[in-house]
């Protein structure tokens, strides 16, 4: 298993309980094809120039682990959902 690392911004205008619902549908996904091991809510943020015209969104970072090919699907996935505007998903073991 490899260690990796995902970010990604919900729409600023996206409800609290939708929030929530986005979350825990990534945390799914992540323990569908790996492990979860941490995910944190670093909450509303400006960004530094309009993204959609949206001036601020919802950070979360969420590190787990996965087996090399499960980045792909994940990102396939992230960039279905309309209300997650933006997703990076980084290999924590890479140098």
Same mark, same amino acid.
């Given at each position: %298993?490899?260690?990796?690392?995902?970010?990604?911004?919900?729409?600023?205008?996206?409800?609290?309980?939708?929030?929530?619902? @986005?979350?825990? %549908?990534? +945390? +799914?996904?992540?323990?569908?094809?790996?492990?979860?091991?941490?995910?944190?809510?670093?909450?509303m943020?400006?960004?530094?120039?309009?993204?959609?015209?949206?001036?601020e969104?919802?950070?979360? @970072?969420?590190s787990?682990?996965?087996?090399?090919?499960?980045?792909?699907?994940?990102?396939?996935? @992230?960039?279905?959902?309309?209300?997650?505007?933006?997703? %990076?998903?980084?290999?924590?073991?890479?140098?």
């Amino acid at each position: %298993m490899v260690k990796y690392e995902v970010m990604y911004i919900i729409d600023g205008d996206t409800e609290e309980s939708k929030i929530e619902e @986005l979350i825990s %549908m990534v +945390s +799914s996904i992540i323990n569908d094809g790996g492990k979860e091991v941490k995910t944190d809510k670093w909450g509303m943020k400006r960004f530094a120039y309009p993204i959609n015209y949206k001036n601020e969104g919802y950070y979360v @970072l969420t590190s787990f682990e996965a087996e090399p090919d499960f980045p792909k699907e994940l990102d396939r996935r @992230l960039k279905i959902e309309e209300k997650i505007i933006r997703h %990076m998903i980084v290999n924590q073991e890479e140098k």
